[in-house]
Every structure is written in C-alpha cells, then in structure tokens.
C-alpha cells in the first residue's frame, strides 16, 4: 500500500496569500496518478485536480497542481475566502489511497 | 445531474452488520462502477473497495477482505455495501462515489451525501 504524507497539518494564512501544499509518496505514484480534494465541513470531498496537474471541471485557475514520482504540490495562487478548507491527496497507481489532510485556517 | 444519494445514519453494536445503499441517477448505472470509501472523525477519506455495476466484480482494501461485501441492483440503480463484525473503530462516515472511468483504482468525481455509521454499546 503508498502511504501518503502531507504537510503541514495546518496552515493559518489570510485572504490574498500564495499557498503551497505538499504530498509526498512512500512509493513511486505511477503516470502521476494522484489527485487534489478540498473539503468543507459538512460536504464530501471535492475533486480539484487530477493526474497531477489537471483541474477538475469547474475548478478556478488559481488552483495548480505540481510533481511526479513521489513528491506533488497543490498551489493556490491566491486564497480566497472560499477556499478556507481541508485538503486531500489521493494516489490510483495502485489501490486508492488519500493522505491525512492539510487544514487552511484562518490567520 | 449525477446523483448518488446514500441511505440514512444508523447505529450498531459492537459485532453486528451494517448495510449501506447507494442510489445512482443521472449517468447509464452499468457503465461505471460504484466505490466505498469512509472518513472517521478527523481523518483522512479511506478506500473500502470497488464493484463494477456491469459484471458484479469486486476488489477489496486488504484489511477489509472477508468483512465487507459489495452488491448492485441494476433494476433500481443502487449499490449496497455491507460491512460485518463492527468494532467502535468502525465509526466513520461511509461514501459511495464514481470514478471518472469504469476502473476500480481512480480518482472520484461524484459522491454521495454519506451515512454516519456508530457503533456502540
């Protein structure tokens, strides 16, 4: 089984910020078969990227998804409002697996 | 729209089952499969398994092989999951979702409201 990691588990940040999110594989993540969530409380999570670096229909431009191998980021360009949230990675090499989510407060 | 609207909460005993149903509108049910996947409180999402809703095939998370069991009925469109000998770390939100291709390793666009699963004495 790919265990993921992801950090940090927090982040307090306020509107306008660069933010940048890290995954990282305990294995190679074949064809960069790994995906973005965002979560709200209450609501299932939400599918922003896909195959690495390919936005999910809908999904704002500020949203990009970075890396290979092992290693993978989600960068949102500049927070909005909305986007206070936790978010997921997820790798489909192999059987599914999602890493422990990075919470984005805020400051 | 592509719906999947899951049955309502339900609370167990340590040891008993659970059934869970799933049911799909707005896509061709037997062209996709339907996968489970539960998130205890505070964690990450976790995969359960998959079924194809045209053949009936399966494939488990290993550490649920021999507990769960996964079903559909293509009259009604509705996936069902059953999950036995409950233990308190059980306990979880359970989610049925679609893949974006009939493949039971993806990534998951659509998902069910989900059902609270407690089990207690």
């Known amino acids: 089984e790919i265990v993921l990691t992801q950090s940090p588990a927090t982040l307090s940040l306020s509107p306008g910020e660069r933010v940048t999110l890290s995954c990282w594989a305990s294995q190679h993540v074949s064809s960069r078969w790994l995906a973005w969530y965002q979560q709200k409380p209450g609501q299932p999570p939400r599918l922003l990227i896909y195959?690495?670096?390919s936005r999910a229909t809908g999904i704002p431009d500020r949203f990009s998804g970075s890396g290979s191998g092992t290693d993978f980021t989600l960068t949102i360009s500049r927070l909005e409002p909305e986007d206070f949230a936790v978010y997921y990675c997820q790798q489909y090499g192999t059987s599914p697996t999602f890493g422990p989510g990075t919470k984005v407060d805020l400051k | 729209q592509i719906q999947l609207v899951q049955s309502g909460p339900e609370v167990k005993k340590p040891g008993a089952s659970v059934n869970v149903s799933c049911k799909a509108s707005?896509?061709?049910?037997?062209?996709?499969?339907v996968s489970w996947i539960r998130q205890a409180p505070g964690q990450g999402p976790e995969w359960v398994g998959w079924i194809s809703a045209e053949t009936g095939n399966t494939n488990f998370a290993q550490k649920f092989q021999g507990r769960v069991t996964m079903t559909t009925d293509t009259s009604t469109s509705t996936a069902y999951m059953e999950l036995r000998s409950l233990t308190s770390d059980d306990t979880a939100l359970y989610y049925c979702a679609r893949a974006a291709r009939n493949f039971w390793s993806d990534y998951f666009i659509y998902w069910g409201q989900g059902t609270l699963v407690t089990v207690s004495s």
């Open positions: 707005g896509y061709t049910f037997t062209s996709y499969g």
């Open positions: 195959g690495a670096s």
